[in-house]
């Protein structure tokens, strides 16, 4: 999946032709692209670039891109793939989704809505197969560390609740806990049942979440290889069919996203049949196993 250090944010605010260019050093094919080369570097790069229009919004699309336009926390957060969006944008997403919802932007909402359900991506915890019980062992085992600093402790539990991508709510109930880890029996209990509340995520949740990501019909919707994982994940032990469906359409179009190798990844631990398996997955099938 995307980069969850990364805060997504609007490119392209105004109308008009734009020019995305892409550097790779000649040597290394499989290197990430470097930043804007001096002059003496380009003769040592290999170079491509895509020119494309940015068509004015129109409609209710032009009423959207004027509230992103006053309000910067809307764009990031409609536009984030793994983030959990704030609790001041959800009220104003979900109107987005109600009022205008053949918009172009009320897919993002969408998504940024399950997400909320989610707690983010829900990745780590639903790869986990994490349960409450779970979650308490976790939290206590980590707060009863008594050689490590609260500030250490938060970090840590920032990064135990869905690698660190936690909202305000978060924050405050995890600093609450650490604060309280020194204190009676019964005011620490009560902060980890609530860390353990905001971190777990119900089936009730998911299944929101799920619908919320069927609405998602646009075959040209740029997130839909993410739309699909998370669906895969929010999905886990609830429908074998859908899942099976999911496989599917991962293998069928999206062969060559971060999130189909991903997926696979972690179905395939051997480095040998993982191999194996991804050069047969290039090759046509009428000319496997010659």
């Not at 969850?4 to 490119?11: F, G, H, Q, R, S």
């Not at 020194?182 to 949740?205: N, P």
């Not at 999911?246 to 696979?264: A, F, G, H, K, P």
């Amino acid at each position: 999946m995307p980069d969850a250090n990364l805060e997504p944010y609007i490119l392209f605010t105004k109308a008009g032709e734009y020019t995305i260019e892409v550097f790779y050093p000649k040597e290394y094919p499989f290197a990430r692209p470097l930043d804007y080369p001096t002059e003496g570097q380009r003769g040592k790069l290999l170079h491509a670039s895509v020119v494309f229009k940015v068509e004015p919004p129109q409609g209710n699309d032009k009423t959207i891109v004027e509230l992103l336009s006053r309000n910067t926390k809307l764009g990031p957060a409609l536009l984030s793939t793994i983030h959990e969006p704030d609790d001041d944008v959800l009220p104003k997403f979900r109107r987005l989704v109600t009022d205008f919802p053949n918009s172009r932007y009320a897919d993002y909402a969408r998504f940024a809505l399950a997400r909320d359900y989610l707690q983010g991506t829900g990745y780590h915890w639903f790869k986990e197969g994490y349960n409450r019980e779970t979650f308490q062992r976790v939290f206590v085992t980590i707060l009863s560390n008594e050689a490590t600093s609260n500030e250490q402790l938060i970090i840590d539990l920032k990064s135990r609740l869905l690698f660190g991508n936690v909202s305000a709510e978060d924050d405050r109930a995890i600093r609450e806990a650490v604060a309280a880890r020194k204190a009676a029996d019964a005011t620490r209990q009560r902060a980890i049942a609530r860390l353990v509340e905001l971190a777990f995520v119900s089936v009730e949740e998911r299944q929101a979440a799920i619908r919320l990501l069927e609405e998602i019909r646009d075959p040209h919707f740029p997130y839909l290889p993410t739309v699909l994982a998370v669906k895969r994940i929010a999905n886990r032990d609830l429908d074998e069919k859908l899942t099976q469906a999911i496989d599917d359409q991962m293998n069928q179009r999206y062969r060559d996203s971060v999130e189909w190798i991903t997926l696979q990844n972690d179905l395939i631990g051997d480095k040998d049949e993982w191999r194996e398996f991804r050069v047969q997955s290039r090759t046509p099938v009428n000319e496997r196993d010659k």
